[in-house]
Structure formats: C-alpha cells, structure tokens
C-alpha cells in the first residue's frame, strides 16, 4: 500500500499476504453470538471514521457495545482454500455470506493471517505467514482506560512515533477495526513453517509498540 491511513479492512487487502496459488487454507473465523444482518451493517458502518458521523451518539454507543457483545463467546472458523480466495474477493460480503446461517449472532469476524496445510487453525497445521501485525484495542471494554481515552488519530501518531524511536520500519497499513487499530507490516516473501520461532519473537517484540501511559 502507498499511502499509511486509517480505515476499514477491504476485502481485497488479503490479496497482499494470501497467494490463490499456494495450496492450503485459511480460516474464516468469527464470534457467536442476529448473524450476517449484524454483521453486515457493522461492515458497513465501520468502512466510515469512528464514531460514525451519520449515527447519533446513542446509536454509536449501541452499535459499539454490539462489537463488544462477543466477551464469553466462542470463537468458531470456516476454513476457506486459498484458491477460492479470488471468486470469494468479487464480492464485498463474500465472507459474511460463508457463515452458517442467521443464528446465532455474529458481532465479530476476521480472516486469518496465517496459511494452513489442513482445514483447521493449529499450529501443527502451520504452512505460511506473510504479515507481522500488533492489535492495539482503543474500544473493547477490556482495554485500558489511557487507550480508551484516545481517538484512532492519536492511537495512531503514538504508534508511529514509537515505530521510529524504536527503529522499527513504518507499517503496512493500519486498519480501524471496530475496537481499535490493526497495525501490519506485509512482508516480501511469505514465511515458512520453520520460521515460526523467529516470526513470534518479532510478533512479542512488536506488543511494545501499543501505546503506554505517560
């Protein structure tokens, strides 16, 4: 990406980490908890800076606490095969359409970053990573209170500022989430299961970067 901004995660951005020409798969994973109608108007209202300049403050807090309903849910996932990665991409809602029906609710879904060599999102089954990322939560009602004090543009100058003080490289793009920031750096090549060790330890080096309070 060209330009380092804050704003929802396209569909298309996992076209920079996934290749539909690497066998595998990756996983659709998501929160249970009204299914694809809720999902589908978080998307929509998420693609905008939060809050959302359309909703009053009554309506953002109740979509927010939406976002925040999944504390003590489980997280489940639909394993998705890299090749069907490009068909899945035509259509915005394409991922939310792969969920299992209406019921029960979904407030929260992501796709994973890294590839697998089977249907399922273990370690053992670990066949590639392509991205380095830190999730800086400034909206989960777990986050601490000097992150919920902040606004996303303020989240993310401190972040930038630490990136350079610490010498690290400037991200990729930085993604608003709905509770907070995703921070990424894609890398140039994707990395092999045995560079796992290595990928965790920039992964745990990478947790400084979150904002602290001064």
Same mark, same amino acid.
Request: hydrophobic share 40%; proline share 9%.
């Given at each position: 990406?060209?330009?380092?901004?804050?704003?929802?995660?396209?569909?298309?951005?996992?076209?920079?980490?996934?290749?539909?020409?690497?066998?595998?798969?990756?996983?659709?994973?998501?929160?249970?908890?009204?299914?694809? +109608? /809720?999902?589908?108007?978080?998307?929509?209202?998420?693609?905008?800076?939060?809050?959302?300049?359309?909703?009053?403050?009554?309506?953002?807090?109740?979509? *927010?606490?939406?976002?925040?309903?999944?504390?003590?849910?489980?997280?489940?996932?639909?394993?998705?095969?890299?090749?069907?990665?490009?068909?899945?991409?035509?259509?915005?809602?394409?991922?939310?359409?792969?969920?299992?029906?209406?019921?029960?609710?979904? +407030?929260?879904?992501? &796709?994973?970053?890294?590839?697998?060599? *089977?249907?399922?999102?273990?370690?053992?089954?670990?066949?590639?990573?392509?991205?380095?990322?830190?999730?800086?939560? /400034?909206?989960?009602?777990?986050?601490?209170?000097? &992150?919920?004090?902040?606004?996303?543009?303020?989240?993310?100058? &401190?972040?930038?500022?630490?990136?350079?003080?610490?010498?690290?490289?400037?991200?990729?793009?930085?993604?608003? +989430?709905?509770?907070?920031?995703?921070?990424?750096?894609?890398? +140039?090549?994707?990395?092999?299961?045995?560079?796992?060790?290595?990928?965790?330890?920039?992964?745990?080096?990478?947790?400084?970067?979150?904002?602290?309070?001064?």
């Amino acid at each position: 990406m060209s330009a380092l901004a804050i704003y929802a995660q396209p569909v298309h951005e996992v076209a920079l980490y996934h290749s539909p020409k690497r066998p595998g798969f990756v996983a659709l994973c998501y929160s249970t908890g009204s299914g694809r +109608t /809720l999902a589908r108007e978080a998307f929509q209202r998420l693609r905008h800076d939060w809050p959302p300049t359309d909703l009053t403050p009554r309506e953002t807090e109740t979509l *927010q606490a939406k976002l925040n309903a999944q504390k003590g849910q489980a997280f489940k996932q639909v394993p998705l095969r890299l090749t069907a990665l490009p068909e899945a991409m035509r259509d915005p809602w394409a991922y939310i359409d792969l969920l299992p029906g209406d019921s029960p609710e979904t +407030t929260s879904i992501w &796709l994973s970053q890294a590839e697998f060599s *089977q249907p399922n999102r273990q370690k053992i089954n670990l066949a590639h990573i392509a991205a380095c990322w830190v999730d800086i939560d /400034l909206r989960h009602e777990n986050s601490p209170p000097h &992150l919920r004090r902040l606004s996303p543009d303020a989240a993310l100058k &401190l972040t930038l500022a630490r990136c350079k003080g610490e010498g690290v490289p400037q991200p990729s793009a930085v993604y608003w +989430t709905g509770r907070g920031l995703a921070v990424k750096w894609y890398l +140039t090549k994707a990395l092999p299961k045995a560079a796992y060790p290595r990928w965790a330890a920039v992964q745990s080096a990478l947790v400084m970067l979150t904002p602290t309070e001064n």
